[in-house]
Nanobody, 115 residues
Framework: QVQLVESGGGLVQPGGSLRLSCAYS????????MGWYRQAPGKERELVAA???????NYADSVKGRFTISRDNARSTSFLQMNSLKPEDTAVYYC?????????WGQGTQVTVSA
């Protein structure tokens, strides 16, 4: 069984930065694809960024150039560095792990971008 715990959310002004962390408990982290998703009120959950076990990344167009996903296999942790934050980035951010089609989700962390 895999458990994911996100941290690092909070309130930030437009243009600011936050770094989210996703701590992974369980086996096979290094070969799991890790993703960050977000869900704003009244909207569907959407993929923000993902990284494979080999370090290949992909991003939603709306965050390219502003967000960076990374992972530390020694610490079984995934990160999402968010820079130049905008009010439209406000959402609950979720971490997801995927290995051979078996998915696990974290509980989410709130990110609010507001002056």
């Amino acid at each position: 069984q895999v458990q994911l715990v996100e941290s690092g959310g909070g309130l930030v002004q437009p243009g600011g930065s936050l770094r989210l962390s996703c701590a992974y408990s369980g086996n096979f982290f290094s070969i799991s694809r890790m993703g960050w998703y977000r869900q704003a009120p009244g909207k569907e959950r959407e993929l923000v960024a993902a990284i494979t076990g080999g370090g290949i990344t992909n991003y939603a167009d709306s965050v390219k150039g502003r967000f960076t996903i990374s992972r530390d296999n020694a610490r079984s942790t995934s990160f999402l560095q968010m820079n130049s934050l905008k009010p439209e980035d406000t959402a609950v951010y979720y971490c997801k792990s995927d290995r051979l089609g078996v998915n696990f989700w974290g509980q989410g962390t709130q990110v609010t971008v507001s002056a």
